[in-house]
């Protein structure tokens, strides 16, 4: 089983904000296969699993916040042996402008939080992600930025990304080889 997490925030109050770029991919994936609605596993997430052209997927939303994101994930992987090679994290990045995603293997967590924890509780940076990019504030706060929504001319933009990201996402599950997908999509 392959298992894709999204990053974010839970909760209708982070909805649709930057910052929740991964749940947004994921979610975009659970209504794309009709895969039915995100249920509370017995650790901190809610997950949908369902089949995705013939293969068995696990999305992931971990309920723990960004900041505390590996704390949901390490168990879900523990308890389904879910290995590193079958796991990948979407999640938003500032360093990249809206619209852009990427695709990246193993590395640092780049100043993300919660692909801080994720390493942290992992215990490796050797984890496939797709970055999706929300750009930095042209004004204000970095925090206020990624709790924001997108404005109604990033907005569509960032709606190709998710779908672009959703397309990688899908040859990854159907044998694509990540090697593969990043010299297509970077």
């Known amino acids: 089983m392959k298992m894709i ?4 925030n839970i909760g209708t109050r982070y ?9 947004m991919v994921v979610e975009q994936l659970a209504r794309d ?6 249920t509370h596993e017995k650790v901190e997430a809610v997950t949908v699993t369902g089949l995705i052209n013939g293969q068995k997927v696990m999305l ?12 949901a994930v390490k168990p879900l992987m523990e308890y389904y042996d879910i290995a590193l ?8 990045d500032l360093d990249m402008p809206v619209g852009k995603i990427k695709l990246k293997q193993r590395g640092a967590s780049g100043g993300h939080n919660g692909l801080k924890s994720l390493i942290d509780h992992l215990g490796t940076r050797e984890f496939n992600r797709v970055k999706l990019g929300i750009d930095h504030p042209k ?5 206020s930025h990624v709790l924001g929504r997108f404005d109604t001319e ?12 959703e ?3 899908i040859k990854w599950v159907q044998g694509t080889s990540f090697d593969q997908l990043m010299n297509e999509y970077n």
């Open 33 to 38: 296969f009709h895969l039915g609605a995100f």
């Open 85 to 92: 090679d079958d796991l990948i994290v979407v999640s938003d």
């Open 60 to 71: 992931v939303k971990p309920t723990t916040f960004m900041n505390e994101s590996g704390r």
């Open 154 to 165: 990033e907005r569509p933009v960032f709606e190709g990304a998710v779908l672009q990201a």
């Open 5 to 8: 997490v999204g990053l974010g």
């Open 167 to 169: 397309q990688a996402l």
């Open 15 to 23: 909805d649709e904000t930057r910052h929740n770029a991964g749940f």
């Open 139 to 143: 004004f204000g706060s970095v925090v």
